[in-house]
């Protein structure tokens, strides 16, 4: 159903730019035809491919490393206050600072490769996976705590069985803004300073006045970017689904 939707949704955004081209009758170097740019795609579908690889797996670890370091993060939060207390202002500052202006001091510290790019992407989903997971695990039943306290339970027994499924909703929002995010973080990286993936060969098509394969970048990191979605919000239903389980049983 949703693939449906997306198809009749892509069907209708090509017919409205098609015709759009042909009655403004703009020049192909401003906005190509979408028949144009599939020209281009097809013609260069193996550049394109190898550089959506390096993407794909610079978004993929990025968003893998900021969930562990925003869960690890909030679950520090939850039970050091002092910890919390010394270390939420420096999660807000993350925020506060415009990602383009921590983009050239990350390809700066971790160069041109990868690395930068998954630093990026780190940086821009960590604050919004480590703020819902620590929300999430700041709101389970008080009660359920101080029973779990009375019978001698340890902080872990008490995070797997208590905190952790009451929170998993929480993480799972998180964990769709993730998705979004990591695309983006990734591109950024590869616009400041890369070689290699989707950003850097928009940048070169640009360069080169190729603006259907420019296009033809665009619309396979913005498919990426959907299916990364779909993955993870198939991922998130299913944990709001292992809670809703678990409060039941409850």
Known sequence: MIALRLFITLCIGLTIWQVTVWLTGVPPFILPSPLRV???ALDNASLIASHA???ALEVLLGLLAGTALGIATAVAMTYSKRFHELFFPLLVFTQAVPVFALAP???LWFGYGMGSKIAMAVLIIYFPVTSAFRDGLAETDPALLDLAQTLGA???PTLLRLRLPAAL??????LRLAAVYAPIGAVIGEWVGASRGLGYLMLLANGRAKTDLMFASLIVLALGAILLRIAVNSIAVRMEAYARGIAASG
């Open 38 to 40: 599939a020209a281009a």
């Open 169 to 174: 909703p929480s993480l799972a929002s998180g």
């Open 105 to 107: 001091i990350l390809t």
């Open 154 to 156: 340890k902080p872990l």
């Open 53 to 55: 690889g390096i993407t």
